[in-house]
Structures are given as structure tokens and as C-alpha cells.
């Protein structure tokens, strides 16, 4: 396995063997960033193959400052931000939401972690605003740039996905589905 300063120099130097150990290495990681914005696993999918070759264009202006694995998942966010601009129907007021699509158990197999079952629940905006706040660090004024709303509705849409989190993985609880949590 390479080091991430083994890869980056491989990568600015057009070598195959960095660019194959930059996929092998961070892709899977990539993913699991991608598919908490994208709950379509073909969707998550190209959004990773786009944020690699995004990578892969840019990779002579990395500086060498962070950690690899952090620029790759800002990048991929982004990605998924892109997909989701024209797809998340910014909710207003009291509005009482129902997830944009059936999700199908089935589909998901692939997935055994009963909180990405439970994010895969919540509306895409609450989904959005969570993911941004909770996984990536983003203070509300960054979200609020980044998806052109208010920082009001960051903090709503926020307290509101927290509040169905609890509900689902509760009720799932209370079935069986979810064990370990009090």
C-alpha cells in the first residue's frame, strides 16, 4: 500500500501504479461519503467516478498541506451537492414530508448499517443539511452558502432530521431491527 505523499507524487508524475492506488485506497471510503447524500447506489456510484477524475485533473495543484483522504471527501461532497442542486425540494414552514421515492430494503442489501438505513429515511434537504452539519463539519453559515437557503432553515432542517433519526432508530428498537440502542 502506498502513502498518501507516495500517491500524490506518483499522480503528478502520470504514474498508473499512484493512480490505481488512489482508487484501491479511497474509493470505498468515497462511497460510503457519496451514498449518505445519494440513496441511489448508481447515482453514489458516478458521483465517485466523477469526484476521481475531478482528482485526477487537479492533482498538480495539491499542495501537500491535509491529509489526502479529506480533500478527496470535500471534493466528493461537492460532487453530490452538484447532483442534488437541481434534484432537493427545499422544504417551507410546517411542511410535512414524505421521502421523495419508496426505498426498497431489498435495494440496499449492500448495506448493513442500521444509521445509514435510518439516514436513508429522512427527506433529501433534512438528509442534505444533516450530512453537511453532522459528517462534514459545516458550520450553518457554510450550509447556508453552499445550498442557498437561510441559516434558520440549516438549523431547522437540522433539529428536524434529528428528531425522525430518533424516531425511526427508536421505533426500530422497539421491532428487533435495531439492537444496542438506548
Not at 134 to 162: D, F, K, P, Q, W
Amino acid at each position: 500500500m502506498l502513502a498518501d505523499r507516495e500517491i500524490i507524487l506518483g499522480c503528478k508524475e502520470g504514474k498508473e501504479k499512484a493512480y490505481k492506488a488512489l482508487v484501491d485506497q479511497y474509493a470505498p471510503r468515497l462511497m460510503a461519503t457519496a451514498l449518505r447524500y445519494l440513496p441511489d447506489y448508481a447515482s453514489a456510484e458516478d458521483a465517485v467516478q466523477e469526484s476521481l477524475i475531478r482528482v485526477f485533473q487537479s492533482i498538480h495543484k495539491y499542495d501537500h498541506k491535509d491529509q489526502l483522504l479529506p480533500w478527496l471527501r470535500k471534493i466528493t461532497v461537492n460532487q453530490c451537492l452538484k447532483v442534488l442542486r437541481n434534484k432537493v425540494i427545499w422544504l417551507h414552514n410546517d411542511d410535512i414530508v414524505e421521502t421523495a421515492a419508496s426505498i426498497e430494503m431489498g435495494e440496499f442489501h449492500h448495506l448493513e448499517d442500521n444509521m445509514t438505513m435510518a439516514l436513508l429515511q429522512l427527506p433529501e434537504a433534512y438528509r442534505l443539511v444533516f450530512n453537511l452539519s453532522v459528517a462534514e463539519g459545516y458550520a450553518h453559515a457554510e450550509i447556508a452558502e453552499m445550498l442557498g437557503i437561510t441559516e434558520s432553515s440549516s438549523r431547522v432542517y437540522l433539529t428536524r432530521a434529528r428528531a425522525i433519526l430518533k424516531n425511526y432508530l427508536l421505533k426500530c428498537n422497539n421491532t428487533g431491527y435495531v439492537s444496542g440502542i438506548s
